[in-house]
């Protein structure tokens, strides 16, 4: 079993920064992949980015590409969201998964076998 808790969401304003955390616990191997996903209201859940546990496999969606950032700590088992240059279409409900199987498509939430709880995230204009 494993367990995902997202922190860091908030209010800013449009162009400032956030860092999202995901703190992970339980069974993970370095082979598996945890991405980010976000929901906004009124909207179906999307692929933000995703990141390896190891190497250098990160890779993202093409609205963040150049703005966000994920990284990870191994140590800790913690992976990492920065978001820079926020915009208000950014703002949703942020999500961490973690998934287990490395053939299936990091952009599908249904690759994903664990979520976290969700953190708000709010840019405003």
């Known amino acids: 079993q494993v367990q995902l808790v997202e922190s860091g969401g908030g209010l800013v304003p449009a162009g400032g920064s956030l860092r999202l955390s995901c703190a992970a616990s339980?069974?993970?191997?370095?082979?598996?992949?945890m991405g980010w996903f976000r929901q906004a209201p009124g909207k179906e859940r999307e692929f933000v980015a995703t990141i390896r546990l190891s190497g250098d496999n990160t890779y993202y969606t093409d609205s963040v590409e150049g703005r966000f950032t994920a990284s990870r700590d191994n140590a800790n088992n913690t992976i990492y969201l920065q978001m820079n240059s926020l915009k208000p279409e950014d703002t949703a409900v942020y999500y961490c998964?973690?998934?287990?199987?490395?053939?299936?498509?990091?952009?599908?939430?249904?690759?994903?076998?664990?979520w976290g709880q969700g953190t708000q995230v709010t840019v405003s204009s």
């Open positions: 998964a973690i998934k287990s199987v490395s053939a299936s498509d990091s952009r599908l939430d249904v690759s994903y076998n664990y």
């Open positions: 339980g069974r993970i191997f370095s082979w598996y992949y």
